[in-house]
C-alpha cells in the first residue's frame, strides 16, 4: 500500500526547533531564472541540474516555459502583454513553490529585461538568481531541429525571438554559462558549485 507523506517531514522534536527548522527550509530554497535564445539549452541544462539537486536530497523543480504554454499559460500569445504576463503567472508558480520549501529551475526564454525584473520582485530578489544561458544565435540556429529558426526568416513565425523580435540580455547576471561550448555536465558541475558557494 503507498504510504503517503506529510510535506514538509512532522516534527519529532519541540514546536520551537520545528518551527526553526521550517524557517531554514524556506530560507535555503531560491529560484534559477534560466534565461536565453530558442534553443540555446535551456530546458536540457534545467533537467539536468534539476535531477542532480533532487538526486543529492535537495527537492527541486522545473517550469518549462513551452510546458506552461501548453497548460497555464495556453491562453496567451506571444504579443508584449502576452510574454509579460506569461513571465508574471511563472514567477508567482516559482515564489509560491519556493515558500513551499523547493528549489526551482525556471527555464524560459523571457527577452525582455523589464519582465525579467519583474519576476525578480515577484520571487524576491534574495532568491532569484538570473542565470543567462549564452549561446550565441548561430549556434541555436544552426542546431534547431524543430525548425523554428527557419520559419522564422521565412516569415513564417512572426515575433520571433532574435530573428522578428528582440532579445534583451542580462546585464549583470548572476551566472553566463554556455552549455553547448562547455558542454551539459561540466555546466551543471559550474552551477552546483555557485549554488554551494553563493546562494542563499
Not at 508558480?93 to 526551482?104: E, F, K, S, T, Y
Not at 527557419?150 to 523580435?165: C, E, N, V, W, Y
Not at 553547448?180 to 558549485?193: S, T, Y
Request: one cysteine or more.
Amino acid at each position: 500500500m503507498p504510504i503517503c507523506r506529510r510535506w514538509p517531514p512532522a516534527c519529532e522534536t519541540t514546536p520551537r526547533r520545528c518551527l526553526a527548522d521550517a524557517v531554514m527550509r524556506t530560507d535555503s530554497t531560491f529560484t534559477l531564472w534560466f534565461t536565453g535564445l530558442s534553443g540555446a539549452g535551456k530546458t536540457t541544462l534545467a533537467q539536468a541540474l534539476s535531477r542532480t539537486l533532487n538526486d543529492s536530497g535537495r527537492r527541486c523543480a522545473v517550469l518549462d516555459g513551452d510546458v506552461l504554454r501548453r497548460g497555464l499559460n495556453r491562453d496567451l500569445d506571444f504579443s508584449t502583454p502576452g510574454r509579460s504576463e506569461n513571465i508574471r503567472r511563472t514567477a508567482e508558480v516559482a515564489r509560491l513553490m519556493n515558500d513551499a520549501g523547493l528549489i526551482v529551475v525556471a527555464a524560459l526564454i523571457s527577452p525582455s529585461r523589464a519582465d525579467r525584473a519583474q519576476a525578480s520582485a515577484i520571487v524576491g530578489p534574495q532568491r532569484f538568481l538570473e542565470v543567462h544561458v549564452s549561446t550565441p544565435l548561430a549556434v541555436c540556429e544552426a542546431a534547431d531541429v524543430k525548425g523554428l529558426y527557419r520559419r522564422a526568416r521565412q516569415g513564417d513565425l512572426p515575433l520571433f525571438t532574435g530573428i522578428s523580435a528582440p532579445y534583451e540580455a542580462p546585464e549583470a547576471p548572476w551566472l553566463a554559462i554556455d552549455p553547448m561550448r562547455r558542454g551539459l555536465q561540466p555546466a551543471v558541475r559550474e552551477l552546483l558549485e555557485r549554488i554551494g558557494s553563493t546562494a542563499p
